[in-house]
């Protein structure tokens, strides 16, 4: 179906999405939506008849564990609720480790790359047909933007999306934003991953902003967007005409006349660029050989090697042999920076709390803490951790942290043997 132009909808630019002019649908995260309370603002986006997609971000459909069926359960009854066309998530793994490794589990708060092998892909496939088999519409999947990269793999993002649309008819969201970003930070080829792609199974597409720092192109989502990713952009309209394309914007909202200015440049980027032949499949690179023979327990092969990636980068272990040590620094610090934020939103009286030294005291929590249980409960075990460290020290900071704390969890904070035995238990659990 055409989709046309749209924007990702966000609770703090509502007002600014219902007033831009020639806005066809939105994208929600389907996290941030309640199934018994919709917001008023896609109520009456609804009532125009906007198109509402919902867009998945914790499912982990490249994680080595299959999908939890309760999740699945979400994403359905969102789609149901929205009336969607669609339902999208990404092409990554979220956590890892728990039974498949006798590990403690460990959540990741961000989107990680899955690594282009057979094994991934095996894994990948089975996971996406488990998803289709529980959605009451159909699904596509998002490429995701990447700071580093696996060794040895064995097949290009373009032939690993082709050889997953082939074994599953997954439809494919593709970012051209990601695109660049991966073309900064390893080195790959926009259009050597359009050719490969079976363009004809793109459902949409999503173009968003970031910014270049040191050699390393972060996907922010909080800037403009900027000139190389409209090119990629015009290279992608070049071979298709993409049925739908987005704008995203999470962070650093602007006014609405700049989200309008944003949309005109796409709009006439796709206006501007050679029109492609219609959705027919790119001439592309024959496709990779696999091996003759591969021995059993991908599954468990994929689960070890993304619990050793994972573990690396939110709890300080050794970096698994063939990585760029540097890159795995710059992510670990971009994901401990992101968890911080992204507590600091989910539980905004913590900074209040805390004042100028709540960032310094969470990334020094984060250091030691790896996430095991969402931002919500980060946040509750970050207050706990201060609590029972006797913080902060102000008494009436202290006082005001106890309350915080007492009004979500308990009577009063448990102490530090109480921890202790728990941290143990986990740790048991998962052997």
């Known amino acids: 179906m055409r989709l046309g132009t749209g924007i990702g909808w966000r609770p703090e630019i509502a007002d600014a999405v219902e007033s831009l002019p020639g806005v066809d649908w939105v994208e929600v995260v389907a996290e941030n939506i309640c199934v018994g309370h919709l917001p008023e603002s896609l109520v009456r986006l609804r009532e125009r008849g906007v198109t509402v997609v919902p867009h998945g971000v914790s499912t982990g459909l490249g994680g080595a564990d299959r999908p939890d069926p309760g999740r699945l359960a979400g994403l359905a009854a969102r789609a149901a609720l929205l009336g969607s066309p669609l339902v999208t998530e990404h092409i990554a793994f979220v956590r890892a480790g728990g039974e498949l490794t006798a590990s403690p589990g460990l959540e990741a708060g961000h989107l990680l790359p899955v690594p282009r092998t057979w094994d991934a892909l095996d894994v990948l496939c ?15 999947l998002e490429n995701i933007a990447a700071l580093v990269s696996w060794p040895d793999e064995e097949m290009t993002e373009g032939q690993f999306l082709a050889e997953l649309v082939e074994r599953t008819g997954v439809r494919l969201l593709i970012d051209v934003a990601n695109l660049h970003t991966n073309h ?5 080829d926009p259009s050597a991953a359009l050719d490969e792609l079976p363009v004809e199974a793109i459902a949409y597409v999503h173009v968003a902003g970031g910014v270049e720092k040191d050699g390393v192109w972060h996907d922010t989502h909080a800037h403009p967007v900027t000139a190389p990713v409209l090119e990629v952009l015009a290279a992608l309209r070049s071979r298709v005409d993409p049925p739908g394309v987005l704008l995203e914007r999470d962070d650093d909202f602007p006014p609405a006349a700049v989200l309008a200015d944003e949309l005109a440049a796409i709009r006439a980027t796709l206006t501007g660029a050679p029109a492609g032949a219609g959705p027919v499949r790119s001439p592309r690179r024959p496709r990779p050989a696999r091996p003759a023979a591969q021995p059993a327990g991908g599954r468990g092969r994929t689960a070890v090697a993304q619990a050793a990636l994972l573990s690396s980068l939110v709890a300080g272990t050794p970096a698994p042999d063939g990585f760029d040590h540097r890159r795995l620094r710059v992510q670990s610090r971009a994901l401990a920076a992101k968890r911080a934020e992204v507590v600091a939103k989910v539980a905004p009286e913590l900074p209040g709390i805390l004042g100028d030294g709540y960032r310094t005291a969470f990334l020094a929590y984060a250091g030691s803490r790896p996430m095991s249980g969402g931002y919500r409960r980060d946040a509750l075990d970050f207050a706990e951790h201060l609590l029972i460290s006797g913080l902060p020290a102000d008494d009436g900071a202290r006082r005001r942290l106890t309350h915080w704390w007492q009004d979500r969890a308990a009577a009063r904070p448990p102490r530090r043997g ?3 035995l728990r941290a143990a238990r986990t740790a048991l659990a998962g052997r």
Request: aromatic share 0%; charged share 25%; glycine share 4%.
């Open 418 to 420: 109480t921890r202790l």
């Open 126 to 140: 089975e996971n996406v047909r488990i998803a289709q088999d529980s959605l009451p519409v159909p699904l596509a």
């Open 184 to 188: 900064v930070n390893r080195g790959e």
